[in-house]
């Protein structure tokens, strides 16, 4: 047993995201302030579920950086590997609320700032799974901090994972976000991505079977693809075996950390032993509730939920 079953490193910021459903953040004219981050949402949602997680992200040494260190807290996370930059303010992104892909803009500022010192080989081993994000990759000097520590996480028996969350305005140059993702992906890694997210990766709409022999190519041990109402595909075992996975209809209230919520519960079925089958239903269980919750997860959601069996 591993003190942590998730280690998640990576941007922790302000999410302001509009209070009403609207196309775009042009047409969206209120907004509510919430914890946010994929990294941080990762954590949070695996510590409503009751696993023990820690967080290293940087904030500021400001009043936003209180907040996000209290509300993260709130869930459970272990928030002492969180550091605060004595120069630089919080980062904030304001988020548009929608039933699709939100529109967003993002202010990077502290969240940038991780470096080789805040990621121990120590809190490596004690970790199951280490966790980031294309958006926590996308800068440095945060950047080389985390493919190095995925390089020593696979060699410390800490598995190694990323949601491919590519966004051209966050990492506009794109041939380096490759060798980026590839070397991180190339540490026997659990990949997510969403069909969106290989659009914007590619810079072109591209077919599933070369999404998946591209990232296998890459190393990744398993990949995740999210189809959106067309549900998901599991490809692992060098994509010699494949699993397809559909989706109940629901109403739709929220979408924003969907996403967020589907890897969460897929990592807590894996960090427990089950299959890929087990662990895309559990991930489509969690992003089901998230997706008719508007705002965060619940403060504690029961594990039965994911259906582990």
């Keep these: 047993m591993k003190k942590y079953a998730l280690l998640s490193a990576g941007e922790l910021l302000v999410d302001l995201i509009g209070t009403e459903l609207a196309e775009n953040i ?24 009751g696993q023990p997680v820690a967080l290293i992200s940087c904030v500021g040494n400001d009043n936003l950086g209180v907040f996000l260190k209290e509300e993260v807290a709130k869930t459970g996370i272990d928030v002492s590997h969180i550091a605060i930059d004595s120069l630089l303010p919080t980062s904030i992104v304001v988020v548009s609320r929608t039933k699709g892909t939100p529109d967003f803009i993002a202010y990077r500022t502290a969240d940038r700032m991780l470096l080789p010192a805040h990621i121990s080989d120590e809190l490596l081993a004690d970790s199951a799974i280490f966790h980031t994000t294309c958006f926590a990759l996308s800068q440095e000097p945060a950047q080389s901090t985390l493919v190095d520590a995925a390089r020593r996480a696979n060699t410390l028996g800490c598995k190694v994972s990323i949601d491919c969350n590519y966004a051209p305005q966050i990492w506009p140059d794109r041939q380096q976000a490759w060798q980026v993702i590839s070397a991180y992906c190339g540490q026997n890694a659990l990949v997510k991505l969403s069909e969106d997210d290989a659009e914007r990766i590619y810079g072109y709409v591209v077919d599933e079977e070369k999404i998946l022999s591209d990232f296998h190519a890459m190393g990744a041990d398993l990949i995740c693809l999210t189809k959106g109402g067309d549900g998901s595909v ?30 969460a519960g897929f990592l807590t079925a894996y960090t427990q032993g089950a299959s890929p089958a087990v662990c895309a239903e559990a991930g489509a269980n969690l992003a089901a509730l998230k997706l008719v919750t508007k705002g965060p997860l619940p403060a504690k959601v029961d594990k039965a939920i994911l259906q582990i069996k």
């Design 26 to 49: 042009l047409h969206t004219s209120a907004f509510e302030r919430f914890q946010g981050g994929s990294p941080a949402n990762m954590a949070a949602n695996m510590a409503r579920l």
């Design 234 to 263: 599991i490809s692992y075992n060098q994509g010699k075996d494949r699993i397809l996975v559909g989706v109940k209809p629901i109403d739709v209230i929220d979408a924003t950390g969907a996403g967020d919520a589907y890897w």
